[in-house]
């Protein structure tokens, strides 16, 4: 039997069984065609790999399925029409690839072809792919077409480029917006896809296919496939990582964090695990701009951390192009952890008045009581605290989260128990008090904070 890939050998053949994602298209699709409500002309516009030719097939089919004497709602695959679509050979559907046949001298064929009748079928069906590919006289030749389309003829387009085609063109068509797929929806699939073909594989290894997919099922199947031929047997997380060179989200996550509090050891041994792992840097440092991309558009970052982030992506990016000069590129990685740390700690001085108490003595019965100003912080309050210092720093949430809490003087005190003389050293660093002072503000209105360790 001949070879056939993965996202070739698994795309799903209707909108019942197999399909993903994309429910908005599905359901407005089934929906017309359920009424008999053919559109002529369709634009399918989103990233690659998200199931814009696919739909179109499985559009095609419905449309010209044979089991009703109207179009379906999901084809039955069986009849004549269904069967010469799925393999390729049907005379009334047509793919164009905008990308090699851009001209005039392909759109006026397709002009003159479309005033012929469908062979068997009820619509003669034109797939244009990459259709913002095709040139200026091409898109003229088309909208001829499109203003007065024959009766039996449906153009689907589909670009992932939609600003690149002509407003002329869109306002004739039906538009819908293929959006990427979700980590979970792809890592799903991968694991079904596995099964299917008698393998087994772990979920964070489909995980991680998922997140390299970058919300493009084509691609994850790609490196399913991969990865499968890479190995024998089940499929673990360190298959993927030895296959693919890539590194887990959580240890990137990690790296992030470590740039971010101007960690240089913690960001070095990070990446020389990463490189012990098998890491292929060029590709690392790519998941890392796209991670930081996504945590760029995620919108409840504030100020300070927004601008954090654009420092990193400067530098990633920046690492990027010098990888690719370099014969080791994880030293372009190494280089660039240094210098956005350094560059961080330099933003961070100077630091404010440092509010540093030593290690509280026992308490002298002092003159007077500060009873108005000394005062509990609620649990509640305090799990507001820990988890807003946690989104920004999981270090700092974790110096902070041993210390007990209590109010005195307008200041927050931070009480460790007997030995964590560490943690109350490092809670004070100027690193940490730039997470810690914006949360306690927010939920305490506080700004002033020190340090104890309670007596042995
Ligand atoms: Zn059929």
Redesign the pocket.
Known sequence: MQYQALYRKHRPLGFDSGYIGQKHIVQTLKNSLSANRVSHAYLFSGPRGTGKTTTAKILA?AV????SDRP?AE?????D???QINQGNSLDVMEMDGATNRGIEEVRDLRERVKFSPAISRFKVYIIDEVHMLTPEAFNALLKTLEEPPGHVIFILATTEPRRVPATILSRCQRFEFRPLSQSQIAGHLVEVASTNGRKIANEAAELMAFRAQGAMRDALGLLEQVTSYVDGDIEPRHVWEALGTVDQQSLTELIEALQEGNIAGSLELISRFSEMGADFQQLLADLLEMLRLRLIATEQQKEGVEKLLLLVDAVAAAIQEAKRWPQPRLAAELMAVQVCRQLQQRQAPPPQPTVVEEEKTKKPTSKPKKSTDAKVSPQQWEQLVQAVKKESITCYAWLKEASPHISQDKLVLQYPAGFSLHKDSILKPEHRQVLVPAMKQVLGLTEYEATVKES
Request: aromatic share 0%; hydrophobic share 15%.
């Open positions: 089919k010209n399925c044979l089991s379906v084809p039955c695959n069986n009849c029409s269904c069967e």
